[in-house]
């Protein structure tokens, strides 16, 4: 990590006062994390502290922030950083809160507003509180726009970070989540990390998923279907031994069913009553399940 002059520090000492932070576009920095450490060999103080946070594009610098209590608009600057992590030694235990800003432009003193603070408390217990990664994360597509997750939960845990695609998009209470607003036809990875009172865990094991198109998936096969788009009656021809018809809609459930005329290799179906829009039907036959996509006028 490498870190600015001071005299770069003294000159931003006063961003609470004079900077220019209302509506200049320059972005708050998000995903501020604490991590604390005792007794790290050859570190020189009792404790570590390990402030870090996701980097911003338009950074050139970034300002930190530390106090021993919460204010609302911090106005101590820890140290000025071109990274996205800061590290602060102490040998005196107590809590500390941690808070980061933007610096877009330095010699024109454009900032971004403070991020939110984030505390740890410095004691005996970042020796002995062990945070594990939360267990047997799922995703289970809900519908098609959502993916539901849960996992266990974990011990020590005061909340839970969730990760879609390696970027941080929540931090809750609770084992389950529900990501919404999904595009379809995309793949989603999740990972979930446990917090601590001080620590995050490593992540939790990656889970995928992605929501199709249609809730029922189109097969190739050997029967045809007509006309297509279709009025009032469907078609269906083939050489397998049909048991059944069901017809479905795009979100997959079960728009109507019925039996089949075993004594010929021709199925009417009746769809008029049918809503206007797209549809798959489903053959169950000795060999497979086939299914094909019409639409309703």
Do not use: H
Not at 77 to 101: A, H, I, K, P
Not at 123 to 138: H, Q
Request: some cysteine; hydrophobic content about 40%.
């Amino acid at each position: 990590m490498k870190k600015v002059l001071l005299i770069i520090a003294l000159f931003v000492s006063g961003l609470g006062l004079n900077a220019q932070n209302e509506d200049n576009g320059c972005p708050v920095p998000t995903g501020v994390k604490v991590k604390g450490e005792i007794n790290v060999p050859d570190f020189g103080k009792l404790y570590k502290v390990t402030v870090s946070w996701d980097a911003v594009p338009e950074a050139e610098l970034y300002a930190v922030y530390a106090t021993s209590q919460y204010v609302p608009e911090p106005m101590w600057v820890g140290d000025v950083y071109d990274g996205t992590e800061w590290v602060f030694g102490s040998d005196l235990g107590g809590e500390l809160y941690f808070y980061v800003r933007t610096i877009c432009d330095a010699e024109n003193m454009i900032v971004s507003e403070i991020s939110e603070g984030v505390n740890i408390i410095l004691n005996e217990d970042l020796a002995t509180t062990v945070i594990e990664a939360p267990k047997n994360l799922t995703a289970t597509v809900k519908d098609n726009s959502s993916i539901e997750l849960t996992w266990d939960a974990a011990e020590n845990a005061e909340s839970y970070f969730v990760y879609r695609n390696g970027e941080e998009i929540a931090n809750i209470k609770g084992t389950t989540y529900l990501d919404e607003n999904l595009k379809a036809d995309t793949e989603y990875c999740y990972m979930v990390t446990t917090m601590g009172v001080n620590e995050e865990s490593d992540p939790s094991e990656k889970v995928c998923e992605t929501i199709k198109t249609d809730g029922v998936e189109e097969m190739s096969s050997s029967f045809n279907i007509y006309p297509n788009p279709v009025g009032d009656e469907l078609f269906i021809t083939t050489e397998m031994n049909v048991t059944e018809v069901a017809i479905y809609d795009i979100y997959g459930r079960q728009a109507m069913s019925q039996q089949v005329n075993k004594s010929t290799s021709q199925q009417v179906v009746n769809v008029a009553d049918l809503d206007a829009g797209v549809y798959f039907v489903k053959v169950v036959t000795s060999e497979g399940d086939l299914v094909k996509r019409f639409v309703k006028e």
